[in-house]
């Protein structure tokens, strides 16, 4: 039974990284105050779902999808092009973020969340 | 003669091009106000042209570069994607306008106008998208494009509030593109029609995987659109940014990420998910806290911008309240109230901002005998206000007259009560600020009401309010068709 379900994790080795990695980024960017650390946990999030998305089109063995004698087996193009686009979209949310925190660090002296939340004096209702 | 089939991709393509020639053309800022300004007129009226081409030969479908689906990238305009992309391109003209001629209050102004023309334009593309991947490309550059344009004030405050927004639509992003990637797994198709298609055969075999998609794009697009847990960044961000952008986000962004989720889990995963799953339920719950909640924190408010955004929180409420009960009245009320909230908190907004800005007042006590010194904006107030209630009349009491009637038709009589009771909330909350307005001991003579062209946008919206409350059988026809196509 054990061997049967380590088989199977086995198998979906990369989707189990993914989740591994995206519950480790989860996790860091709810539990640590400082900014830039949260920004790093977002960026292994999206990495996350990026290799989960990258693992769907993936076939063992299998080749750059170009018409060639000999070559049977083809890795699904269309992940890999899609995430080439996420990960534009992550960079520039990343790039984005980083200049408001330059920005935060301008305004109030920090770059931790709670200090920041404690001088602007918290009203969240 | 000229032909509509490219319509509705020049629509995007007009202010995407326009949103990087401003920023060039900076140094004169006269043309730079004159193509923003001309790009906004311009896509009104392409709206109002493919609104009229889907009403009168159905849905457009627009192959980009000449590529057919399922290969190629498809626009498709069906009647939900007209009547949205219709109220995106009236509704962001009458903003575009304020924001020329209000009183300055960003550092950059042709920056500003850039970042507000790349975010329309990512709203039509959203509405408009065929294909789920588009969806998301178009949902990032407005979630960036809506961030932007609340930091761009620079205030403290401001900043603090936008970066909270992004990091949490960047979670929001991650869910929804989790959730796509799930989606593809199952059906191998990204685009929404042939989804369809594959999920009614595949969906039975891979349960799971649809199951967890749904809960990812719940949360993702539930946290853009401030679903009522999820609205901790909507407050903070739309008081702090400035009185354009306030409009913007309140009265049309968080609506167009409903209108994603509404594309993606009613029209591509199909209704019979929702006889399966109980997301209906965990929906109406939701909705129902946003709107009782988001009530009392509006009650306790002393800011009038913070009011706004609380009382958006509760409007979120019942555009899904009304999705959710999935009877035809019930869903062509939501339809109804993307359209008149858009109206009602775009004026509120826009006329709160020329206050704060004339008196340089922030809060309701602060208002006393304010009326009397700008008669005309605190009519226009005073009418949205009235408007929110829901008093007959005005545009408000067809959206809930229709959701409380679609709540009858579902057979789930709690919810009438309840958007009832929310009215009266309403008026808990709206009224101070009218009474305080025209009561109590004059206001310093100083403050005077503000030039013609920035009270032009406030009569334009305030004749809307009216129009629609009297009105309300010009624009049903698209309601109609949407509201069925939806039900589908």
Redesign the interface.
Known sequence: MSVEILERLYGNIYYLTSVILFVIGFHTMLTHRNLIKKLMALNIMDTAIFLFFVAIGYREGGQAPILLPGVERFVNPVPSALILTGIVISVSFTAFALALVVLLHKHYGTIDSDEIIAIRGKKYV | MFSLSHAPILMVVTLLTAGFIVPLVRKHLLVAKALFLGAGLLVTILSFLVAGNVLENGTMVYNVGGWAAPHGIVLVVDAFAAYVSLVISVISLVIFWFAVFAPREVKYEAGYYALILLLTAAMHGIVMAGDI?NLF?FV?ISS?AA??II?VK?T??S??A??RY??LS??G??GL??SI?LL??VTGH?NMDFMRQTLAVTAGQYPLNVLTALAFMVVGLGVKSALFPLH?WL?DAHANAPTASSALLSGLVVKVYIVAFIRIAYMTLGMELFYLLPIRQILLVMASLAIVAGSV?AI?QDNIKRLLAFSTVVQVGYIFLGFSLLSARAVEGAVWHILIHAIMKTLLFLAVGVVIHQSGYKKISQLHGLGRRMPLTFACITLGALSMVGIPGTAGFISKLYLALGALDAGQAIFAGLILLSSLLSAVYYFPLIITAYFGHDASPTVSEPSIAVQLPLVVLSLAVLFYGLMPSVLLPLVRQTAALIMR
């Open positions: 991947f490309v990032e960036l961030v932007a930091a620079g403290k405050e900043v603090e936008s970066f992004l990091i960047a979670l992003s991650g593109l989790f990637a593809f797994m990204l901790i407050p924190f306790v």
